[in-house]
């Protein structure tokens, strides 16, 4: 099966084909297309995932295949090329079946577009195609990325979901928050980029080789190591901190909520961000030879965790809380690895991609109603209308809090078991982290579906309640985040890690005190939101606001990074680029402009020189044979020879 | 038949090289005074005899086995015949767009 890996990115590239050229004209048809594409990916990779499962690839790798891009002389050619193995296929299971639920989802949540999207006559927004268009672009490029067998191709469609997660934060490009926020996430993610691609080169440099595998052998080997190797997965993990939204390169994905609420469930929730954990997976063989790296790799996650939870506590739009909360499980996953639990890190990934894209498109169901992503203001008791949303989301609500037995619960446990046996600090600022998770959770949830409905009456009067094509992806989503859980639970043989490590896999470290201290933690948090928000009244927050205005004001104010960042862009940069553009004006142009002027003074003297007068030529040719003639004479004639 | 009897005044190398360097100054000094064209191709014409005058006195005096000087002097002959044929002919051409002959009159690449 896995031969025709190749052709689980390529379905998603024909209709993002289809459509941009095309089916513009045509929107219902696009919307189809691209769920129908996808759906084509997903049922290939469930076979593939199949096939992995079965033990049916050598050494756990089904295929590993390279094709040469751009032969070079006397250096290895660039090549690209796929590798599928147990990494992978589970990959692939995630995105094509998020992709695809998002999709079906996207269907009834664009069909109308924002409130000030133009609607078609045919009933469909106007940029109801092109953003069918984007997704399948997108798709396209984050398969790419997970097949990837080497850092040159992985880089190339890296770059790709960095492109279409623009597009798509832009997708409401007339609104000006929008268009900043798709600048600020393609710039600060290009800020990471640019590490990464310093890293590939350096890594190349010192291995002739982008290969994942040969990368590996050559780090286990001993061929590479030592200052080079930190050096190289430093500047990697720069790329990974961007897109991954780590500290402190973070400042972009809760501004990337400007976008359509599908694509923050796809992309800045489930894939994409993902993709720097995948990537920092990828390399895992590597990095474990430099302690170095791993430590800032598990010190800067357990950072972001703590950092971006804290923000999650305050904040009152319900995709930003959202997106605070995806950025502190990223920094969880990076922590796993960082303290050398690469699986339980991917683990917490797979879970993460399922219960986070449930909340997030339970966030748009709620969003669709109210028409609003303020909590408070516009939400509240929304459980008499969306029930379905309400119970799905508190199963995705309870597996991120890391309640027992839901999926979160498990992935979560095993990164602070790792962490617990190598990192003490760390691991006391991830259990803080979840006591803040299960509050900001609780907190969203009572206040969004308990009490009274504090927005305006009128948005609710014409809802007809919300399209199937909304309702089902979410009770789809609801069974991964109760079960998937199960399959890394020691108790029943902890196979996940078996699967990804393969047959010989060490034990998964359990240690019951910190099952129990997590679980009491997260049960502390969600029963003070509960005790906080849950009847109804605010008098408490209110109250706790008052008194702690300053470090409210500096929560609410993102620890001022954002103002910070404008300063330094705004006065350090442009500082720089002012002086350095008196430099090219005065010295550089200077210079040029200097030389050119001398050239025409001294022409204007010599042009005096041509007179035009053809006689004049022929006098000064006749003279300079003359003078040749004597010169070759006269000595003979001296000389006496003649 | 009696050889016949060696000239009372032989004509000597000196006298072709004299012949030859008169004919070529003439010639230069028209070309580089004269303002009319023609009279300017026409003085180039005499710088061209100068030359065969030259070739010939020194093929005769020099190999007198060999006519390699004679040949050159028809091969300049020739050229010129081409050269004078051309130069009228640009002659024409720059009297039908300026209206004169005069080269002082014709300094459009003057700087």
């Known amino acids: 099966m896995a031969q025709y890996a190749w052709l689980i990115p390529l379905l998603p590239l024909i209709s993002f084909a289809l459509i941009a050229f095309g089916l513009r004209r045509s929107p219902a048809a696009s919307g189809w297309v691209t769920a129908l594409a996808v759906l084509g990916s997903l049922i290939l990779s469930l076979s593939i995932f199949a096939q992995a499962l079965g033990g049916g690839c050598v050494q756990s790798v089904c295929i590993d295949q390279s094709y040469d891009w751009i032969p070079l002389v006397g250096s290895p050619s660039l090549a690209i090329g796929i590798r599928v193995d147990a990494l992978t296929a589970l990959m692939l299971v995630v995105v094509t079946s998020v992709s695809f639920l998002v999709q079906v989802y996207s269907t009834g949540y664009m069909r109308h577009g924002a409130d000030d999207d133009p609607v078609e006559t045919n009933g469909y927004a106007r940029s109801y195609a092109r953003y069918f268009a984007s997704m399948s672009l997108f798709t396209f490029s984050m398969l790419g990325l997970v097949l990837a067998n080497s850092l040159l191709t992985i880089y190339l469609f890296w770059e790709g979901v960095g492109l279409c997660s623009y597009l798509l934060i832009g997708h409401w490009h007339w609104r000006p928050e929008a268009a900043a926020a798709a600048k600020k996430a393609f710039l600060v993610t290009r800020l990471g980029d640019f590490g990464f691609l310093l890293g590939i080169l350096y890594l190349f440099s010192q291995a002739h080789t982008f290969q994942f595998d040969q990368l590996a052998q050559m780090a286990a080997s001993g061929l590479i190591g030592g200052t080079a190797l930190t050096i190289a997965m430093l500047l990697i993990f720069c790329g990974a901190a961007g897109k991954s939204a780590q500290f402190p390169l973070h400042v972009w994905l809760p501004d990337a909520m400007e976008g359509p609420t599908p694509v923050s469930a796809l992309i800045h929730a489930a894939t994409m961000v993902a993709a720097g954990v995948y990537l920092m997976a990828r390399v895992f063989p590597l990095l474990v030879h430099s302690d170095l790296a791993l430590q800032i790799v598990a010190t800067i996650g357990a950072f972001t965790a703590i950092f971006a939870a804290s923000m999650g506590l305050v904040a009152t739009d319900i995709k930003r809380v959202m997106a605070y909360s995806t950025i502190s499980q990223l920094g969880y996953m990076m922590l796993g690895i960082g303290v050398g639990a690469a699986t339980a890190g991917v683990f917490h990934l797979f879970n993460h991609a399922f219960f986070k894209a449930l909340l997030f498109l339970g966030a748009g169901s709620v969003i669709h109603l109210v028409n609003s992503n303020e909590m408070f203001a516009s939400m509240g008791g929304l459980r008499r209308y969306r029930p379905v949303t309400m119970l799905t989301m508190w199963i995705a609500a309870l597996s991120l809090a890391g309640i027992p037995p839901f999926s979160g619960f498990w992935s979560k446990d095993e990164i602070l078991a790792a962490a617990a046996t190598r990192a003490m600090p760390l691991y006391l600022a991830a259990l803080v982290t979840v006591f803040m998770t299960a509050f900001y959770m609780g907190r969203v949830m009572f206040v969004t579906f308990y009490g009274e409905f504090r927005g305006d009456r009128h948005t609710l009067e014409h809802d007809h309640g919300e399209p199937m094509s909304m309702t089902i992806p979410l009770i789809i989503l609801a069974i991964p985040s109760l079960f998937t859980g199960l399959w890394g639970a020691p108790f029943l043989g902890s196979g996940f890690a078996a699967f990804i490590e393969g047959p010989g896999a060490p034990e998964v470290a359990t240690r019951l005190d910190v099952v129990v201290l997590s679980s009491a933690l997260a049960f502390l948090g969600g029963l003070l939101s509960w005790g906080m928000y849950g009847r109804g009244s605010f008098t408490i927050p209110e109250r706790l606001t008052a008194q702690l205005s300053w470090p409210h004001h500096v929560l609410m104010d993102r620890y001022h990074l954002d103002h910070l960042y404008n300063w330094i862009a705004s006065r350090v940069v442009l500082g720089l680029a002012w002086l350095a553009g008196q430099f090219d004006t005065l010295i550089v142009d200077g210079a040029v402009n200097g030389i050119g002027a001398r050239t025409v003074q001294l022409g204007s003297v010599l042009r005096r020189l041509q007179t035009g007068q053809v006689q004049t030529y022929g006098w000064v040719l006749f003279a300079g044979a003359v003078f040749l003639a004597l010169l070759v004479a006269l000595p003979i004639v001296t000389a006496g020879h003649l | ?111």
């Open chain 2, 1 to 111: 038949m009696p050889p016949a009897a060696p000239p009372l005044y032989p004509i000597t190398l000196q006298h072709g090289l004299i012949l030859g360097a008169l004919l070529f100054a003439i010639g230069i000094v028209g070309a580089l005074t004269k303002r009319n064209a023609i009279a300017i191709l026409m003085s180039i014409e005499l710088m061209l005899n100068g030359v065969i005058v030259t070739f010939v006195a020194f093929a005769r005096h020099a190999i007198p086995s060999d006519l390699t000087g004679q040949v050159f002097g028809i091969f300049i002959m020739t050229v010129a015949a081409a050269e004078a044929a051309v130069g009228l002919a640009i002659v024409i051409a720059v009297h039908r767009v300026r209206r004169t002959v005069e080269v002082d009159a014709i300094d459009t690449l003057q700087g």
